[in-house]
């Protein structure tokens, strides 16, 4: 049996703060890290396993043969097993063999703190570290302002392994490959992010990463944890910020994960109303066990500090807020007070946020979140949970219901496309349009669109310039800018011979120039979460499918009026309010023909006469396109 030298990374406080739920860099201590002792490499590991009653540490360099390399259980009633092993480094493959306590049950476990993973169907970790040299000092220097919620977000939503895959020998594109072809396309496209659906390692390509085995190391898929790094590090220094996709929801069964880790119920809940997702299924954290929520803050803040995320996308909030989400009753149990709300992990979103912004002011958590939860994305100190921003499903839900009819119909439905006004600045909100929106059967977003060809192409390009001056930041799953035709399949590329074809890249064009003036105009942005960026000109011409607002900045001389026509008629000579005796000026238009519309315009400056209209003292009569949004500058 080889000698395990007494080595330690944790210290007393490291240990009282783990019991306690309060440290968050994890990561530094557990897991497997090469160092040298007494003048020899090797490697320290440490794993958290309360129940076993022997730990080994197995791999390629003992034929994984248990017992060669037993780990040490501290003394302080932590259940942190750790050991220093000689002469294993990094590269080296491993797993934990644990014996449990209760009936000498074995696990075969990967290091739930491991940097990197074995690529998929193998399920090992790998010893690693890097020396990764960081270049984007001046991104990181600046980010708070491009994140900042009075900064113009576009987010472009991007599953990497169908985004684009090498044609030539049917594969991923690597991480480095991408830091060219996707960052470069971002940048032509002018959105200002990428949100990147999971990343961390997971084993199951269908689950599209949301079920997580591998939490601190990025998927092996496309390449090395330095390789990402020199993703992340491409999109800074282009300027584009980058969210991942973070799931604190739930974790799958697989042998080698998180599930049963010790032979007990170690990271799940072990009361299967509160520990297991019949939807997924797939286990629930329990997190009123303090160590969970140290091991789920370090994560989060572990994609942060090491990997310079600008933001984290908190999947599926509403199922863990909820004790009786999907579930009927019996199949759940109230909480103290006799209510549904799970309490334990309301105190810990509060907590997560509070950490978040404390170590990282310049960054943005966003809660996907599709219930009328109050204050999601208001601070803890008021009593909100501290989100940043929050998805607008219900605007999402209304507005792609309404664009899915004949436009005839459409002036039975007004209400569904100005709902959403009416709580628009209750939460941050941010606008989606996922990849959820696009499977299932749910069809494209442009195979939702009604009427022929050009008029499907119309609703599109109207149904997106209506979202994107509409208050709220925006998010458009990948292939949406294009008019992809078909749904999304995760195991193909998105259709970009589609380009070849005029229709499609008109739309690309139209989207590019979209995103071009959404972050050319303050006023669609500055005051994107409250009330005073957004007044109402008319909302109730259901008769002609038409509404219109104003859009304000900091500055009223930036201030923008938008008009949108939901019917393919041409309406000349339509009056609107203006707010004073002021000239407009059409500054964009989804019907011009490099969009593939039909032309139709305001080429002259319009000047407003005292005629009172829409509760304003000064009107102005403009020409409305078919299935058009129109955008005047007030002069």
Request: glycine share 8%.
């Amino acid at each position: 049996m080889a000698h395990v030298k007494p080595y330690s990374l944790f210290t007393e406080f490291d240990i009282n703060l783990f019991k306690a739920g309060k440290h968050f860099r994890l990561y530094e201590k557990f897991g497997s890290h090469p160092v040298t002792v007494d003048g020899i490499d090797g490697t320290y590991f440490a794993v958290w396993a309360p129940s076993a009653k022997q730990v080994s540490v197995i791999g390629d360099f003992n034929y994984w043969i248990e017992g060669e390399h037993q780990l040490n259980v501290r003394w302080d009633e932590s259940g942190i097993w750790e050991g220093f092993i000689p002469l294993v480094g990094k590269g080296a493959i491993y797993k934990y063999k644990i014996q449990s306590h209760h009936n000498d049950i074995k696990t075969e476990k990967a290091d739930p703190y491991a940097r990197r993973c074995e690529h998929p169907p193998s399920t090992a970790s790998i010893v690693w570290d890097d020396s990764y040299k960081w270049k984007d000092k001046s991104w990181m220097k600046k980010r708070k302002k491009n994140n900042a919620i009075d900064a113009p977000f576009s987010v472009y939503e991007v599953h990497l392994g169908s985004w684009k895959r090498n044609i030539e020998e049917d594969r991923y594109m690597s991480y480095y490959e991408l830091a060219d072809d996707l960052v470069n396309y971002v940048k032509e496209m002018n959105f200002t992010h990428v949100e990147l659906m999971p990343i961390m390692e997971f084993p199951y390509d269908p689950s599209w990463g949301y079920q997580i085995t591998g939490y601190f190391a990025p998927t092996s898929r496309f390449g090395y944890p330095e390789e990402f790094k020199y993703l992340v590090d491409k999109l800074h220094q282009n300027d584009i910020g980058i969210i991942l996709d973070w799931v604190p929801s739930h974790f799958p069964e697989d042998a080698h994960g998180l599930g049963f880790f010790d032979g007990s119920h170690l990271y799940e809940h072990p009361d299967k109303r509160k520990g297991y997702h019949q939807d997924w299924k797939s286990l629930i954290f329990n997190y009123e066990r303090n160590e969970v929520r140290s091991f789920l803050i370090s994560n989060a803040i572990f994609w942060l500090d090491q990997y310079h995320a600008d933001g984290l996308r908190v999947d599926a909030v509403a199922s863990m807020l909820f004790l009786d989400y999907s579930r009927e009753d019996g199949e759940w149990e109230p909480n103290i007070y006799g209510g549904r709300e799970n309490l334990a992990v309301i105190d810990f979103l509060k907590q997560l946020n509070e950490e978040v912004y404390a170590s990282f002011p310049d960054v943005q958590t966003i809660a996907e979140e599709s219930t009328a939860f109050p204050m999601v994305s208001k601070p803890t100190f008021m009593g909100g949970l501290g989100f940043g921003m929050k998805w607008m499903m219900g605007w999402m839900h209304d507005t792609l219901e309404y664009f899915a009819k004949d436009p005839i119909y459409r002036k039975f439905h007004q209400n569904d496309i100005t709902f959403s006004l009416a709580y628009a600045f209750t939460e941050n909100f941010m606008l989606p349009l996922s990849h959820d929106e696009v499977v299932y059967g749910k069809n494209s977003i442009l195979g939702r669109m009604p009427g022929d060809e050009w008029q499907r192409f119309a609703n599109l390009r109207l149904l997106y310039g209506y979202m994107f001056t509409h208050p709220g930041t925006k998010l458009l799953f990948m292939g949406g800018e294009f008019g992809q035709y078909n749904e999304w399949d995760f195991q193909n590329s998105l259709d970009w011979n589609l380009l070849d074809f005029k229709p499609h890249k008109d739309t690309q064009t139209y989207f590019k120039e979209l995103n071009t003036l959404y972050k050319n105009t303050p006023a669609l942005y500055e005051k994107g979460f409250s009330g005073e960026g957004f007044e109402w000109i008319s909302f109730d011409d259901h008769e002609n499918c038409v509404i219109s607002y104003i859009r304000k900045g900091y500055q009223e001389e930036n201030n923008v009026i938008v008009v949108c026509n939901f019917t393919p008629t041409v309406r000349e000579n339509y009056k609107i309010g203006v707010p004073n005796k002021a000239k407009i000026k059409e500054i964009f238009n989804s019907d011009a023909k490099k969009y593939g519309g039909s032309g139709v315009s305001n080429p002259r400056q319009i000047t407003a006469k005292k005629d009172p209209w829409n509760g304003k003292e000064y009107s102005a009569e403009i020409t409305l396109p078919p299935l058009a949004i129109t955008v005047f500058q007030i002069k």
